[in-house]
């Protein structure tokens, strides 16, 4: 299977070529990487083009956004901009973050699961931290859920999704959406990928509130966007996060923020969140 790997990147001259020795050195290669420089001002680009220079299936390509950090719109943007320089000769396409180390026979694996099953539309391992010389288990989800740090998405699956959305979210409406369409969703406790920057280490409290709004474009509605961010909060060790997070579903609401998804779309996300929590409870 071909697959193709965009790599949305900013400021990361510490990680990025870690991420991609790791992948230059997977047993099987991908067919091509594009590396999105999203307006760096470190030497991110210098060490990408050293990379550029050696393999012929790695490409940069530059862009400049605004310099504040938001999860979700900068990230997916970026992502865009480099899937708009691919063509279709592909199977699957990843979209990963540059800080992330790879075991080599990573893909080899995620080719294994989607060539086991036609409905397979997702593949992912899990994020591993580095805490007390130690690297574990970077327990933000359930485990059922891939990180959007390293998404696989089978090509008829992320056509009908209608790729990825250009918001805060965009890593749990993809997985949902998958279900809608009745494509299967794989995790594999196998695949340990080392995460060299914590998750949300540079969010600042916009972003927090960005989350509420997250859950209110989801369809999901206030009952289940409150079970969901006392979770969140709680896995971060942050009970206060809760208050942000309602903030911002209550202020997206208000303000009448239009929906990632259609009304079919969200009644399915609503009633499959319901049944997913009572099959916790019971």
Known sequence: MNYYIVIPTYN??????????????????????VLVNDNSTDKTEEIINSFVAKY????????TSDAIHLPGSKVI???QTGFETLD?????IVK?????????NYFE?????FKSDERIGMVGGFCYIEKNGEFVLENLTDKDHIRGALKAYRKETFKQIGGLKQAMGWDTVDELLCKFYNWKVVTDE???????????????????????????????GFLITAIASAKLAMMKKKPLLFLDYI??????????????VTKEQAQFIRNYRLQKMKEKLF
């Open 109 to 113: 694996t995620i080719i294994k699961h």
């Open 190 to 220: 196998s695949l340990h990928v080392k995460h060299l920057k914590p998750t949300g280490a540079n969010y600042n409290k916009v972003a927090r509130y960005k989350q509420g709004e997250a859950f209110y474009t989801l369809g999901y």
């Open 77 to 79: 943007q970026a992502f």
């Open 56 to 63: 012929s299936f790695i490409s940069l390509v530059n862009k």
């Open 12 to 33: 990361e001259e510490k990680f990025v070529s870690l991420t991609l020795q790791s992948l230059v050195e997977q047993t099987v290669l991908p067919s091509k990487i």
């Open 247 to 260: 903030k911002g579903f209550w202020k997206a609401k208000s303000d009448k923020k239009p929906l990632l």
């Open 96 to 104: 990963i973050d540059s800080d992330l180390i790879f075991p080599s």
């Open 88 to 92: 279709e000769n592909y199977d699957f």
